[in-house]
């Protein structure tokens, strides 16, 4: 229960921190581009502006999400450490692992701050928007303008974000900012291959080439599998089973980074 | 207090001088480009990976240039006037997006059509929408669609109907879709069918776009029928005459005609010697099959 409390305290203060720092003014660049997309997106792309203002919306929140789980993932322990607060930190009755849960809590608090923000804000653009389209076009499309099956993606969004900052926060844990950022990022990208890793033996002769690519399949995060924008834009089915696994699968690699972050930060030395 | 409103000041100062600056290198003319529009990546497959998960926005950045470059070739902006990029565009969107219907009837419509409207292209507007089916195969709107490509572009009219014959048996499809089939295989090439098949679009279509469109093809008909009923009083004029009339006027003062002879879109026709036509600037212009005069 105390470690709860103290894991809770600094995620609190991770959060003031980021709200000191302006992290959601993100908020209001994307309330901005929305309504403006929403604006000009009708007279550019031939009635397919709902549909539009769906794909940006989910690939906005993506991004946002995305720069704030990078950018404040890589400087969480680091700049306690070049501040020097990290001894008057570790000096108080706050173990190691409870610091770095608190910080990646604090993230993650962040994050779903964010999102909910951001996705009530594109429901309400999407809404105003559906009451400019007549009724016989309303009635042609696939699902509703403010599709509350959506949430689907946007759930999954906030589970590859969650995923995302325990990679920065593990990298943070031992690397610089500027390396921990092209790490993050490189293993996003890379994550987003795995298809191609999968399917590696299809294009090279060398079993050990395929083996390897395989076994990179395996262990590098799986993030194109948290992509799920184009099945719930057009309102396609997809099963409980998936949603629930690959969400699973996210947790527990959350849980792997963080066991493997607090281990390695557990081992560094201060003095 | 002077140094509280120096910032301010200067700011809007700088930002003045920027846009008079600007405005004053507008008047003094921008320099011409001679490039014509340049698609970087044509590999959708290329495309598709370097998109990561953002595959869905990525496509309809291609749907949105597909379109601008479809208007800027049809308005003359652009150097190259034989859309071979259209086709590619619309090939890189709906491989980022299979489900994005609207590109596919876009193409079935505006790749297929004759220059300068489009590059007179059927094969690759089919080419479009069997990708499409392949990635809908229940979707009735695409199977229709290459009906009418091969009822307006290639003029065969067993081909169209048994696509239009193989949509109607889709779920969903609407119940004229049987009937068009029937009328296409028994008076393929008809005005008249032609006409009830726009009639179905403009009343079915979601899009603006499409809506539009249907209704010029539409009055392209109509125009179609007027100049033929024209024609016939001008030759009756000249079988009188030994001549072809002067003008309408002249028409009008004889009884042939009266009232002002306009296309449906407002354009006054015009009689070249005893051709009636439309005016060069009608937005009615090419109808249709021109110098192959629909039966």
């Keep these: 229960m105390r470690t709860v409390r103290i894991i809770g305290t600094v995620a609190v203060s991770v959060f003031r921190e980021s709200v000191r720092d302006k992290v959601l003014y993100n908020l209001v660049a994307f309330a901005v581009l929305l309504m403006a997309a929403s604006y000009l997106i009708g007279q550019l792309t031939a009635g397919q502006d709902i549909k539009i203002i769906k794909d940006l919306g989910l690939a906005a929140i993506a991004t946002f999400g995305l720069m704030i789980a990078v950018f404040i993932g890589i400087g969480l322990v680091w700049k306690e450490v070049e501040r020097r607060s990290i001894y008057s930190l570790l000096s108080k009755p706050l173990s190691r692992a409870e610091f770095i849960l608190g910080k990646y809590c604090g993230l993650g608090l962040t994050l779903v701050v964010n999102v909910t923000v951001m996705v009530v804000a594109w429901y309400a653009v999407l809404a105003v928007m559906a009451t400019t389209v007549p009724p016989q076009v309303r009635a042609e499309w696939v699902a509703p303008a403010t599709d509350i099956g959506m949430l689907r993606a946007v759930g999954l969004i906030l589970v590859e974000l969650m995923l995302v900052t325990a990679i920065a926060l593990f990298f943070s844990t031992f690397s610089s900012p500027f390396l921990s950022a092209g790490l993050t990022l490189g293993l996003w990208v890379i994550g987003h291959f795995s298809v191609d890793l999968k399917n590696f033996q299809s294009v090279v002769d060398s079993p050990a080439a395929a083996m390897l690519a395989r076994g990179l399949y395996y262990v590098l995060p799986n993030f194109s599998a948290f992509d799920i924008k184009q099945q719930v834009v057009y309102a396609h089915p997809v099963p409980a089973a998936y949603l629930a696994s690959t969400a699973l699968y996210g947790v527990v690699y959350i849980g792997f980074l963080l066991v493997a972050s607090v281990a390695v930060f557990s081992r560094r030395d201060f003095k | ?295």
């Excluded at chain 2, 370097?50 to 597909?66: E, K």
């Excluded at chain 2, 009343?203 to 539009?212: E, G, P």
């Excluded at chain 2, 006027?249 to 015009?270: I, K």
Aim: net charge neutral.
């Design chain 2, 1 to 295: 207090m002077a140094r509280r409103y120096l910032t301010p000041a200067l700011l809007v100062l700088l930002m003045a001088s920027a846009i008079g600056l600007q405005a004053m290198r507008e008047r003094g003319g921008e320099l011409t480009t001679q490039g014509d529009s340049v698609l970087y990546v044509r590999s959708p497959a290329t495309l598709q990976r370097l998109a990561l998960s953002y595959d869905q926005i990525v496509a309809d950045v291609y749907w949105i240039r597909a379109i601008q470059y479809y208007g800027d070739t049809r308005l003359g902006r652009t150097p190259d006037q034989s859309y071979s990029l259209l086709y590619p565009l619309l090939e890189l969107t709906t491989t980022l997006d299979p489900y994005f219907k609207v590109a596919y009837q876009f193409g079935a419509l505006f790749l297929a059509e004759r220059a300068p409207g489009g590059p007179g292209r059927p094969d690759l507007a089919i080419k479009l929408l069997q990708r499409g089916i392949e990635a809908q195969p229940d979707d009735w709107r695409l199977y229709h669609a290459v009906g009418f490509v091969h009822y307006w572009s290639y003029r065969d009219y067993a081909t169209a109907a048994d696509w239009f014959r193989r949509a109607s048996k889709l779920p969903g499809a609407p119940i004229w879709m049987d009937p068009l089939a029937a009328v296409t295989l028994a008076e393929g090439g008809n005005r008249q069918s032609s006409r009830l098949m726009w009639r179905q679009i403009q009343q079915t279509a979601t899009d603006d776009w499409f809506i539009n469109e249907a209704g010029r093809r539409l009055k392209q008909l109509d125009a179609m029928d007027q100049i033929e009923l024209l024609q016939t009083v001008v030759e009756a004029f000249t079988a009188k005459n030994g001549r072809a009339p002067a003008d309408w006027a002249e028409l009008a003062r004889d009884g042939y005609v009266r009232g002002n002879l306009v296309d449906p879109n407002g354009e006054p026709y015009r009689l070249e010697g005893s051709t009636v036509n439309l005016a060069p600037k009608s937005r009615l212009l090419p109808l249709p099959w021109e110098g192959q005069k629909l039966q």
